[in-house]
């Protein structure tokens, strides 16, 4: 990794990150970052498809991972740099679908062998395959180390049979990070082992769930004598709950709202679009004012400490418990403007479709029903909590399952 000291050196990073842009980035995907939520790898739309590729070479989809493979070797600061220049010119990472550049990916660099690590790790860094992350059981949610799903020693390999639920993009994925029960006799957390499983084989069944927003962004998934070579394993059998938790806490900081500020419209500008203005321009009703006014601070304050623990994190890509903090901080924000929009917007604010409304109204009455998804998953607002209050403010332990 260079190593970049001053800030000359990042300018000329920046410089060379424009340049790069310039030339790489399609102007006719400018804005369009959503194009990255399709199914599967993403769309065949052949501007696409070129920056996949050229991001991919270039390792800058995933800036801080290891040259070795395939990664673009960045110093965090430079990373960050990327991001902004990144921002500047409309562009986006292209290879944010399912589960491998945020959770998979790093706990494979934190915790896998060098096989595996050259096996998985490239073809996440060019996009070529989707991961997903099977932890949710029927019976095992917030308390996830009660897991049941079985898995097997047959001697050359292991035998899979349980189900999972609320597997994100499972329909689409070709590889899944998944805990397992290896030994029904030990406690809980120690009989926990955790699996790169390939989901495109015959004991893997997945059936879509619907959500209240409309789509089916997630699964059950079925096991029956499901296979997985004994080299399967990420980290020591038995030892998955460490593994797990390490990508709990990629996953969380992956939802601190990192993405959001900037790149949104100002609430205060739709609401003077809808409500009424006094002679001073301001929002007449002084309550709606106020409310409006502690939310953008919150949502400032938000984007400060993420700013500072960036800061404070410095080189570092290893994600602390201020994980959870950050990401209920990030919910709170996100679920209290999804709100006041629909709010504002008023009786427009309950389209689901059709001529009467603008796509911005319907997109902001789906995005509020999908925001109720925030303090759900990656482990509730309420297991943050926990989490919290044991690993950083010290107070007692009160729960067993984080
Ligand atoms: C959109 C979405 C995508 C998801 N994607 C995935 C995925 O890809 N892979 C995957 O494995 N899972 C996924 N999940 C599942 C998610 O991780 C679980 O829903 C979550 O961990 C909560 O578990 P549960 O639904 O069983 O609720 P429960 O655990 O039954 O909790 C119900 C309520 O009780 C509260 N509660 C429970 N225990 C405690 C406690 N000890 N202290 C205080 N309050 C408590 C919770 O906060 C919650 O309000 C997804 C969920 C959603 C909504």
Known sequence: MADFGGDTELEAFRVEAAAWLKANFPASLKGKAAMANAEGTGPTDPDYQAWKKAIG???????????????????????????QEMAKAGAFNPLTFGMGITMIGPTILDYGTEDQKKTHIPPIVKGEVRWCVGYSEPNAGSDLASLQT??????????????????????????????????????????????????????????????????????????????????????????????????????????????????????????????????????????????????LMDSRVHNLTLARAAAEAKNSNNPGSAASVLKNSATHVAQTRAELTLEIMGAQGLGWEGADFSPEEIEAVRGWLFGKAMSIYGGSSEIQNNIISKRILGLPDTTQST
Not at 60 to 82: C, F, N
Not at 226 to 240: R, S, T
Not at 246 to 257: C, D, F, W
């Open 57 to 83: 070479d270039k390792g800058w989809a995933t800036p801080t991972w290891p040259t070795e493979y395939g990664g673009g070797g960045l110093s965090v600061p430079q990373a960050r740099v990327l991001g």
């Open 150 to 295: 079985k898995c097997e020693d047959k001697g050359d390999h292991f035998l899979i049979n349980g189900s999972k639920i609320w597997t994100s993009g499972a329909q689409y994925s070709e590889w899944c990070g998944c805990l397992v029960r290896t030994d029904p006799s030990a406690k809980k957390h120690e009989g926990i082992s955790f699996i790169l499983l390939d989901m495109k084989q015959k004991g893997v069944e997945t059936r879509p769930i619907a959500l209240i927003a409309g789509d089916s962004p997630f699964c059950e998934t079925f096991f029956t004598d499901a296979v997985a070579p004994k080299d399967a394993l990420l980290g020591q059998l038995n030892q998955g709950w460490t593994v797990g938790k390490r990508l709990l806490q990629h996953e969380r900081a992956s939802q601190t709202g990192a993405a959001f500020g900037g790149r949104q419209v100002a609430l205060q500008d739709v609401a003077k679009k809808y409500v009424e203005v006094d002679d001073a321009g301001r929002i007449a009703d002084p309550d709606l004012r106020t409310r409006l006014t502690r939310h």
